[in-house]
C-alpha cells in the first residue's frame, strides 16, 4: 500500500491566486513527520515545509503553509499567491518514527504533483 | 559553503559497464542517502547509510553498491547487474535526528548508451 498519495499529477493555477496541493499518507506510528519538497526543471529538491505530528498548529513559511488534519491523515500543501517561480514539481513526504539507526528515519516521497502557474 | 555536491551531473554508460556516482557532503551530517528517480516518478530509496562503515539496503538496492568509508562521503556503483540504470540519482544528507529534512545534491543524470 502506498504510504503517500498524491492524487494531483498536474495542476494549474493563475499568478497571484492560491492553490492546494493534496497530500494523504498512510503509517500506524504515533510520532511522525511531514514534509514538502519542491522540484524545479533543474532538478533539485529544495525543502519547503515540515509539520510534525504532535505538533498543534499548522507549519507556515513565508507563502507556503501546510493544512495538517491528522485524523484524516492528511497534509495538504497551500501556496498563497502564486508566482510564475512557482512552476515545479512538488512532493510530499513523510519520515515515520524517531528510532535512530533503524530503516525508519528514511524519507518515504509520493509521486508529485507537477503544478503550473499562469500568467 | 555547506551543502552536497554530486558529480557527475550528466554520465553515459556502456551496457555491461559499471560507474561510480560521487556525493560529498560538508554539513556534518551522520545520515546519507541514495534515491532514483524515473520520469513522472517519485523518488524510490536505493540505499541508506546512518554512520560510518555502516550502510543498509533501501527499496530497490539490486544491481547497487555503495560503502561510507568517511563521514562526508557514500559514493554509489552502479553494477551491470542494474538492468535498467537510466535514471536520476539523487543524493541526500541529514543530521539523523528525529524529523529533520535531508538536504539534496543536484542530482546525477545516467543514460545508458
Known amino acids: 500500500a502506498q504510504k503517500i498519495t498524491q492524487t494531483q499529477p498536474g495542476m494549474f493555477v493563475q499568478e497571484k491566486e492560491a492553490v492546494t496541493l493534496d497530500c494523504t499518507y498512510d503509517?500506524?506510528?504515533?510520532?511522525?513527520?511531514l514534509f514538502w519538497y519542491k522540484q524545479p526543471s533543474s532538478g533539485e529538491m529544495i525543502f519547503l515545509i515540515y509539520?510534525?505530528?504532535?505538533?498543534?498548529q499548522n507549519a507556515t513559511e513565508g507563502r507556503y503553509s501546510l493544512n495538517f488534519q491528522k485524523a484524516r491523515k492528511s497534509a495538504n500543501l497551500v501556496i498563497s499567491a502564486s508566482q510564475l517561480g512557482d512552476s515545479a514539481m512538488y512532493f510530499c513526504?513523510?519520515?515515520?518514527?524517531?528510532?535512530?539507526?533503524?530503516?525508519?528515519?528514511?524519507?518515504?516521497f509520493g509521486k508529485g504533483t507537477k503544478l503550473s502557474v499562469k500568467p | 559553503d555547506g551543502g552536497i555536491t554530486q558529480s557527475p551531473k550528466y554520465l553515459f554508460r556502456k551496457e555491461g559497464q559499471n560507474v561510480t556516482l560521487s556525493c560529498e557532503q560538508n554539513?556534518?551530517?551522520?545520515?546519507m542517502y541514495w534515491y532514483r528517480q524515473d520520469p513522472g516518478q517519485g523518488l524510490r530509496l536505493i540505499y541508506y547509510?546512518?554512520?560510518?562503515?555502516?550502510?543498509q539496503k533501501g527499496d530497490i538496492a539490486e544491481g547497487y553498491s555503495v560503502s561510507r568509508e568517511k563521514k562526508e562521503s557514500f559514493p554509489l556503483t552502479v553494477t551491470s547487474a542494474q538492468k535498467n540504470p537510466t535514471a536520476f540519482y539523487l543524493c541526500?544528507?541529514?543530521?539523523?535526528?528525529?524529523?529533520?529534512?535531508?538536504?539534496f545534491g543536484q542530482g546525477t543524470r545516467l543514460t545508458v548508451v
Open positions: 541526500a544528507s541529514s543530521p539523523g535526528r528525529d524529523n529533520t529534512e535531508a538536504f
Open positions: 503509517t500506524s506510528d504515533q510520532s511522525y513527520g
Open positions: 509539520q510534525g505530528s504532535y505538533d498543534e
Open positions: 513526504a513523510m519520515r515515520e518514527g524517531g528510532n535512530y539507526g533503524g530503516s525508519q528515519g528514511n524519507l518515504i
Open positions: 554539513l556534518n551530517h551522520d545520515a
Open positions: 547509510s546512518q554512520i560510518v562503515n555502516d550502510f
